[in-house]
């Protein structure tokens, strides 16, 4: 936890001594804590008084931002998985126990509902981005194979509303790419694929069309 707090307090002036004087002003300290696999961990960071495009006042935290802590909250990003994993097999109730005793970080079921719904915001978020990159053909990243493998299967998992009730099973597409086999991976019983790329997806009735 002590080693935690001296990374994040290193950080917090890094991105003092980075940032824009003209654009942020410091106002000193704001306490906080994130929630991790180890426990709850307190911590400082200075907050800034900054105008948006308007013109209007604003206080930001740029450790936060630095660490995309707005994105799920104030927990990091292995408990956020951890709790994400659960939740594909348990209700958000036993989630938040099971994280809760194992972590020794209190998680409420609601808090567990709200991390899923931050995750798939956030995921939603960059598929629109990534959509709107390809049709302007701006899309990042060019590879050429000669052959190009496909193996796609379909996964069963549990689903459950915001009042933790259970809802029907609904099946995840499963895709995996690969350009070939390692020989030299083989023989080391190791895993061999290369060039390997999994996505999944569930169809969005709402919007009419596949999320990966």
């Given at each position: 936890m002590e080693?935690?707090?001296e990374i994040l307090k290193k950080k917090?002036?890094?991105?003092?001594?980075k940032a824009d004087k003209t654009k942020y002003r410091s106002e000193g300290f704001r306490d906080a804590s994130i929630k991790t696999?180890?426990?709850s961990v307190p911590y400082s960071r200075r907050v800034y008084l900054t105008r948006m495009e308007?013109?209007?006042?604003?206080y930001v935290h740029l450790l936060d931002e630095e660490l995309s802590m707005g994105k799920i909250g104030l927990v990091s990003e292995n408990l956020a998985e951890k709790i994400a994993d659960l939740a594909t097999e348990a209700t958000y109730r036993e989630t938040a126990a099971s994280v809760s005793s194992a972590t020794g970080t209190s998680v409420s079921a609601q808090g567990?509902?709200?991390?899923?719904?931050?995750i798939g915001e956030r995921i939603s978020r960059e598929e629109e981005q990534d959509v709107t990159l390809m049709k302007a053909g701006k899309e990042k990243g060019v590879k050429a194979v000669p052959v190009l493998f496909e193996?796609?299967?379909?996964?069963?998992?549990r689903q459950q509303d915001q009042h933790h009730e259970k809802k029907p099973m609904q099946e995840v597409k499963v895709a995996t790419t690969y350009d070939g086999w390692d020989s030299e991976g083989e023989k080391l019983k190791r895993s061999t694929l290369v060039g390997k790329h999994v996505v999944a997806g569930i169809e969005d009735s709402r919007q009419g069309r596949t999320k990966c």
């Open positions: 080693l935690t707090q917090d002036q890094e991105i003092f001594e696999q180890y426990g308007d013109g209007r006042k604003a567990a509902w709200n991390i899923m719904q931050r193996e796609m299967d379909g996964v069963w998992i």
